[in-house]
């Protein structure tokens, strides 16, 4: 399941890539710390709403470019499970009405965070220092903006992965 996250985001980067105004300026952004390293992402923003059926999804996505598969943030909620709407407010990985999943690439190296890591880390007896969660503090026709944080895991392993831990999470994308 730790997957879903990437095929999400690189399928928001191939259904926006095509799109005029993809490309924001920089007052949009997607910007964090990662361990104690400033990253800012303004080259692509965006956020894509989705619906099948009664499951609605939010994708969001900052990355240096609309072919960046290799460095870029984002992360992916649904209401799959319960069927409540997507609007603005605080949703966490411990959540059992929406999916919340998140992934960081850096140089080719993804770092995951969201539900399937926690789990993970409830069945090895591991600890997560500070699970994923997201704040939208709103939505409108255009934009989506909100807050983020949370420890990743390289490949999603909470046991041998290396932790990277993301403060001061911030976007205002475009929407898709």
Do not use: W
Request: hydrophobic share 35%; charged share 10%; net charge negative.
């Amino acid at each position: 399941m730790k997957k879903i996250i990437s095929i999400a985001i690189i399928s928001i980067i191939a259904f926006t890539s095509c799109k005029k105004g993809s490309s924001g300026s920089n007052k949009y952004h997607v910007s964090f710390t990662v361990n104690g390293t400033n990253k800012v992402f303004t080259g692509y923003v965006a956020a894509h709403f989705d619906t099948t059926l009664n499951t609605v999804s939010l994708t969001v996505l900052g990355a240096d470019s609309s072919t960046a598969f290799d460095n870029y943030f984002g992360f992916y909620l649904d209401n799959y499970t319960g069927g409540a709407p997507i609007i603005s407010g605080q949703y966490t990985d411990a959540m059992t009405n929406y999916t919340l999943l998140s992934n960081y690439t850096v140089n080719g190296v993804e770092h995951d965070a969201g539900q399937t890591v926690a789990s993970e880390a409830v069945i090895n007896n591991v600890t997560i220092a500070n699970h994923f969660k997201a704040t939208i503090t709103s939505i409108t026709s255009t934009t989506v903006s909100g807050t983020f944080s949370g420890d990743f895991y390289q490949d999603g392993d909470v046991v041998n992965g290396t932790k990277l831990t993301i403060t001061n999470g911030d976007f205002y994308v475009l929407r898709q």
